[in-house]
Structures are given as structure tokens and as C-alpha cells.
């Protein structure tokens, strides 16, 4: 819970490099349960992430899979030093 206290959150994400494959994985920050950001991202990338919440009472980070035929485990998402600023 964030309560309007901070206003920006800054993070990377990636694919963890002990993944069993490196099938690309959609990394996705809710604000308040409304979808603020997203992005795909495969092995052996990284991308950033900066994110506006100052509106924002509640955040969630979540990782899912971009592709039906993925199974649980396929790939290991990673949120990098997730972090939120006043």
C-alpha cells in the first residue's frame, strides 16, 4: 500500500538467467488495480521501468506469460530493484 505517499516507482525487469527456457514474459504495474504499464521482455534483456503512482493507493507488480502453449515454470521473471520515491 502506497496511500499516495510516493510518487514514482522505478524498477527493471528481466528474465531470470537459471530459466529453464527464454520464452518472453509480460511484466505489468497496476495502479489501483487499473494497468499503468506493461512490457515484454526475453532472455537476456532487461528494460526499465518509471512509473507515475502518485494518484495511486495501492500497486502490484505482476508477471504472466505472453503465450497459451507456456507452462508454469517455462521462464523466471525478475522485478530488479523495485523501488518507490516520494
Not at 520464452?23 to 499503468?36: G, I, N, Q
Amino acid at each position: 500500500m502506497v496511500s499516495r505517499q510516493f510518487r514514482v516507482l522505478e524498477a527493471a525487469v528481466g528474465i531470470a538467467d537459471e530459466s529453464p527456457k527464454g520464452v518472453p514474459l509480460r511484466f505489468t504495474v497496476l495502479s489501483d488495480r487499473k494497468e499503468v504499464f506493461t512490457t515484454t521482455v526475453g532472455l537476456g534483456r532487461t528494460r526499465p521501468v518509471k512509473v507515475d503512482i502518485s494518484d495511486s493507493t495501492q500497486v502490484s507488480l505482476r508477471v504472466g506469460t505472453t503465450s497459451v502453449e507456456q507452462c508454469h515454470g517455462d521462464s523466471l521473471g525478475a522485478w530488479i530493484a523495485p523501488r518507490v520515491r516520494r
